[in-house]
């Protein structure tokens, strides 16, 4: 149970779903709404004027001007697919509102495909939570330090293994010192550049990093306020106590709703548990929000994915 998702975060009923997305007409007219809010507008020459060709599986919208036709989901990670549409939209809701994260085993019985296309789908879809959590950075007072996943031993610093992946993990403290947004990223090594790279990415120059006593995060002076201490796990000193709770729960939600991870596959999970943990006091619901990224992540084929 991710005990940081607020259970009264707003979501559909299935029948409410149901009755919005039920048909693939009215999924494709809800791609078009959000891919063209303001009415169509030709990606290639800013044309608001189409003709629409049916007789294909989705309309082609064709540019009067330019003759450039597209579709509701060109571009969007739906892009290419043979799917139904309403198979992919239930997928969404069925991700959207399983707060754990659900299986390909259990999303193919949702969704009535094979596993592989179900394994994929989810694949793409946690590409489209990661695309979503690398537009905005971390700021302010952020806590800061480095967890294995995937193996037995906790291993010695920056030394991985073919069996453990190491992850450095940031978390943006409020103003109460309470947890408000996560960022977790795969890195080869713990190595002074390398946590820099990660903050670089990840942190607003000048926020104040809490971290251990650890040499490389003097490397992160360059740019940031540190703020280096000796960490002792039972000392009463709050220090870094959100930050180490955090990890734990990650580990125990990741490994216990995916039986264990490959090492490869470890940056979408990641990617995944951030996008619900920083979405967790969204009044919006999580489907919207998630059917909105869907439309705005790119296309990736599966070699891109990495699957
Ligand atoms: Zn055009």
């Not at 571009?75 to 299986?103: C, H, Q, R």
Request: glycine share 8%; hydrophobic share 35%.
């Amino acid at each position: 149970m991710n005990k940081y998702i607020d259970p009264r975060a707003n979501t559909y009923s299935l029948f409410e779903f149901q009755s919005k997305y039920g048909t693939e007409q009215d999924c494709e007219q809800a791609l078009f709404r959000l891919k063209w809010p303001d009415g169509f507008v030709c990606p290639k020459c800013g044309e608001h004027h189409f003709t629409i060709i049916h007789g294909r599986r989705l309309p082609l919208y064709q540019c009067p001007a330019c003759r450039h036709q597209t579709s509701a989901i060109t571009g969007t990670i739906m892009e290419n697919t043979k799917l139904p549409l309403a198979k992919w939209f239930l997928a969404l809701y069925v991700v959207a509102t399983n707060k754990d994260g659900i299986s390909a085993m259990a999303l193919a019985k949702y969704i009535d495909t094979t596993l592989k296309t179900a394994w994929i789908l989810l694949h793409k879809i946690r590409s489209a939570m990661g695309e979503r959590e690398n537009i905005y950075y971390l700021g302010g007072s952020v806590e800061m330090d480095e967890a294995f996943f995937g193996g037995k031993a906790e291993g010695k610093r920056g030394r991985g293994s073919e069996n453990k992946a190491e992850v450095a993990v940031a978390l943006q403290l409020d103003v109460s010192g309470r947890p408000q947004l996560l960022k977790m990223q795969v890195i080869p090594d713990a190595k002074g550049e390398t946590l820099l790279a990660f903050a670089e990415r990840n942190i607003m120059e000048g926020s104040t990093i809490h971290s251990d006593a650890f040499r490389s995060y003097g490397t992160l002076s360059k740019k940031y306020c540190c703020d280096m201490q000796k960490y002792e796990p039972k000392s009463k000193d709050e220090r870094l106590k959100w930050l180490h709770v955090m990890i734990s729960n990650i580990k125990a939600n990741i490994e216990g709703a995916y039986h264990g991870l490959g090492k490869r596959y470890l940056k979408r999970y990641l990617d995944e548990f951030c996008y619900r943990f920083n979405r967790r006091h969204s009044r919006k619901p999580v489907f919207d929000h998630l059917l909105e990224c869907s439309v705005w992540s790119p296309y990736k084929t599966v070699a891109e994915l990495g699957i």
